[in-house]
């Protein structure tokens, strides 16, 4: 049986966005890249037999991280034997002992070698400088990561001081690799320490538009030298050049990174978009990445919203009312009086008993659409204590407009809620 090219397409596609090394390693190379920077340092260090020092900088989701994975992975290839990588975090190693014995107790492992859980900050400082000696003797760069590199700088900075001071050593062999979120972390170094940290740092930044556009095309092009058919090659990267020079394509990529720009939310989108596919055509189209912004954005709030009951939607547009009108304190009872103030305006069939209103804010209760303000009158009955909405107005009025048995009057209530409130 021959086997469907959009099968076997939609396989190489996939395992492609799983890769987390798929967006440094689809790009050109270029030697202006952090990546081509990183390594470049790192090999020096190996090659050259000399200690360095850098720092990562950058906003959280910029592939800091995912960079300096690779090029480590690509070092350890070239140059096996030679290069031994320590990983500490600070949010789990902030305390100086804590973090130096975790060192320690690293090069033991990779070296093979017994470690004392007993042994003081000064023992475990006396073993890691006596490692890197050793280590540089053998000609064996140590790699240092300092993951989350702001909280180490906070205190007495001993840690940092005991590294960077032993890698002044001709001896030694090592680099230092701090990762941050916050651009001024050098500027948290006490100045012993910081003269004896190299002033190199690396910027990450999202991916701008020209890079996204090129990103998306590497990612999503089907190789032409692959095992498909050349035919549905050509036809299938042709429709995708169309649907990236798209405008209504450009307004759902907007849409998905207005909310977060990260490398991550980018390969999780394209993944859910080809997903999707239809495997028919075995083609792309825009209906697919629009489908998958909305599965990605997601919203349960108005998923709870399009399944309220009428009721319901009337007891949240008149909780919406008493906001727009100053009264930050209300219950059951204010909500009622709303509620029949509504139904004399616009005379509406739908009214509803008092225990039948109550059972209903208690599922929104339920629901998290309405909370209690607070805990104290827990001994009160649900009528007199005081309640808040938890959702917006823009959710509210979206969530009116989605619900298809919501009646005229509510969506002419909260416009004209919300007129007044503007």
Do not use: W
């Amino acid at each position: 049986m021959e086997k469907n090219p959009a099968e076997e397409a939609l396989m190489l596609l996939r395992r492609r966005l799983c890769d987390p090394h798929a967006f440094f390693s689809l790009l050109p190379s270029s030697s202006d890249t952090n990546f081509s920077k990183l390594k470049f340092l790192i090999s020096s260090s190996i090659t050259e037999a000399c200690n360095n020092s850098v720092l990562l900088l950058g906003p959280r989701g910029c592939s800091k991280t995912a960079v300096l994975e690779v090029v480590l992975r690509d070092l350890s290839v070239e140059y096996p034997d030679m290069i031994s990588v320590i990983k500490l975090n600070g949010l789990l190693h902030s305390d100086d002992n804590c973090a130096l014995k975790e060192i320690a107790r690293q090069l033991c492992v990779e070296h093979q070698l017994s470690f004392s859980k007993m042994a003081s900050f000064d023992d475990n400082t006396q073993f890691v400088i006596s490692m890197l000696r050793e280590c540089g003797l053998a000609h064996k760069t140590i790699v240092i990561v300092l993951d989350e590199f702001d909280i180490f700088a906070q205190g007495k900075q001993r840690l940092l001081y005991s590294l960077l001071d032993a890698m002044q050593s001709v001896t030694s062999q090592a680099v230092v690799i701090g990762v941050s979120c916050r651009l001024d972390a050098d500027q948290l170094l006490e100045k012993r320490v910081r003269s004896r940290l190299s002033q190199r740092k690396l910027l990450f930044c999202p991916p701008s538009k020209d890079e996204l556009e090129r990103l998306l095309e590497f990612l999503l092009s089907l190789p032409v030298n692959s095992s498909l058919p050349q035919s549905y090659v050509v036809e299938f990267n042709k429709e995708l050049r169309k649907i990236l020079a798209d405008k209504k394509f450009n307004d759902t990529m907007n849409t998905l990174l207005s909310s977060d720009s990260t490398v991550d939310q980018i390969m999780r989108f394209l993944f859910l978009s080809v997903s999707t596919m239809d495997m028919k055509t075995g083609i792309l189209s825009i209906e697919n990445f629009k489908r998958a912004v909305v599965r990605i954005n997601r919203q349960p709030k108005l998923e709870y919203l399009k399944d309220c009951s009428v009721l319901e939607l009337y007891i949240l547009v008149c909780m919406k009312r008493l906001e727009v009108k100053e009264q930050n304190s209300y219950n059951f009872n204010s909500v009622i009086k709303e509620y029949k103030a509504i139904h004399d305006s616009f005379q509406t069939p739908d009214y509803y008993a008092r225990n039948v209103c109550l059972r209903a804010l208690e599922h929104l209760i339920q629901c998290e659409l309405v909370c209690f303000m607070d805990n104290r009158g827990y001994n009160q009955s649900n009528e007199f204590r005081p309640v808040k909405l938890l959702i917006s107005p823009y959710e509210l009025q979206l969530g009116l407009k989605e619900n298809q048995s919501c009646p005229v009057s509510l969506n002419v209530s909260i416009v004209f809620a919300v007129l007044i409130s503007n």
